[in-house]
């Protein structure tokens, strides 16, 4: 006997809607961020989630599903075997080599590289309609790698890039002005991390340029306070690392709000890793750098055209050269 007694209805409905798929591969700290937020904001039907460590898979997939009387219901999956992540919608890559005290950036790239070939073929084989969402660092290269790997149309692989970096430029500015964060719309561009980009002249709070909104506010600003919100953006990153050894919550809420934008057509902007070449007068090969890019379900829709005055832009170019320099592309 069933649970429950059925009631006499017609066909299920003919276009059943296919249920949205998000996976995440690493478990981590970064991984696990990802994931509950994913569940609490009801993005996906179904989770599947990839790592190297069984126990470690197991138990957080066990962890989650206990969970289940107060989320929203999703089907999760949780296997060494990429076989569970057919059909995805979105794949959010997070796996990756922790650097070792005093390894070189270069160092812990070559690392991640060889586990991005033995992670992301399976991906684009058992989903190759997906987009692919790298997090993993450095992730404006690995973004790169990621295409590269993948096959894929550039439009259907972005790297988180500078979201995160523009989320706490977003905290910063709205914590100086009094203001609620989510009415500051400001764009870190470049690369992600160390030497990215603040574009001043572009950032505006509740519509209006904020260059303008400190003079009409007397609030005393001179450029160097600008600039020192930006240095503390960078700064953040090594405190939170320094006081509890890595960072989750902010990378976690950033992309789940961009896997929200992919998935559900938002067709907003955010700044995110997209193959640059091209745009902005970048030029010298093929190089993957956060622009403010229009997401919808197909991918990076467009870049817009943002105002950078002459010294943005000169930054903006100087970051694709560094970046251009810095890696050589295997052979694939
Ligand atoms: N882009 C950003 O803004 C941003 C912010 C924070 C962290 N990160 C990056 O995210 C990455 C993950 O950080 P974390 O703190 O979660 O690290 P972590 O060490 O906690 O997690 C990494 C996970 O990857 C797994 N893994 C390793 N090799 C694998 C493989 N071949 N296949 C599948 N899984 C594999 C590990 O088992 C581990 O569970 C790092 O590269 C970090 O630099 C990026
Ligand atoms: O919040 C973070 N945490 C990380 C982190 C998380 C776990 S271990 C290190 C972080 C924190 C501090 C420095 C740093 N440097 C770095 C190391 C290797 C790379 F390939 C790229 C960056 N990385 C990873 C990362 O990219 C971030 S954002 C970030 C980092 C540096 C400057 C500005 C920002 Cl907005």
Redesign the pocket.
């Known amino acids: 006997k069933t649970f429950f007694t059925p009631i006499s209805g017609g066909a299920p409905p003919s276009a059943t809607k296919r249920p949205t798929k998000i996976t995440v591969?690493?478990?981590?700290?970064?991984?696990m961020a990802i994931a509950q937020t994913i569940l609490t904001q009801d993005l996906a039907d179904e989770l599947a989630l990839?790592?190297?460590?069984e126990d470690?898979l197991r138990g957080e997939m066990l962890d989650l599903q206990h969970a289940a009387a107060f989320l929203p219901r999703t089907k999760i999956h949780a296997s060494l075997d990429y076989a569970i992540t057919a059909n995805s919608d979105l794949c959010i890559v997070?796996?990756?080599?922790?650097?070792n005290p005093g390894e070189s950036r270069l160092n812990l790239l070559q690392r991640?590289v060889a586990?991005f070939r033995?992670?992301v073929p399976p991906l684009a084989k058992y989903s190759p309609d997906c987009i692919i969402m790298v997090?993993?660092?450095p992730?404006d290269v690995l973004t790169y790698v990621a295409w590269k790997l993948s096959g894929f149309p550039a439009n259907r692989v972005i790297?988180?890039?500078t979201?995160?970096?523009s989320s706490r430029f977003r905290f910063l500015i709205a914590d100086h002005l009094d203001v609620n964060a989510q009415d500051v719309q400001a764009y870190i561009v470049g690369e992600?991390g160390d030497s990215s980009v603040a574009l001043w002249s572009s950032i505006s709070v509740g519509g209006v340029p904020v260059l303008s909104f400190l003079k009409r506010q007397q609030i005393a600003y001179e450029k160097e306070t600008l600039e020192n919100i930006h240095k503390e953006v960078v700064q953040s990153a090594y405190e939170v690392i320094r006081l509890k050894g890595?960072?989750?919550w902010a990378?976690g809420y950033s992309v789940a709000s961009l896997a929200r934008t992919l998935l559900r057509d938002q067709r907003r902007i955010h700044p995110v890793s997209v193959l640059a070449k091209g745009f902005y007068d970048i030029e010298g090969g093929e190089v993957f750098l956060s622009l403010p890019a229009q997401l919808g379900r197909n991918g990076v829709l467009g870049v817009a055209n943002v105002h950078l005055n002459d010294e943005e832009a000169q930054q903006l170019r100087n970051s694709a050269k560094t970046i251009l320099e810095k890696f050589v592309p295997p052979t694939w």
């Open positions: 591969v690493g478990v981590g700290n970064v991984g990839i790592d190297a460590k470690k997070t796996a990756g080599a922790r650097q991640n586990l033995h992670i997090v993993s660092n992730v790297g988180s890039g979201n995160l970096d992600h890595y960072t989750s990378i």
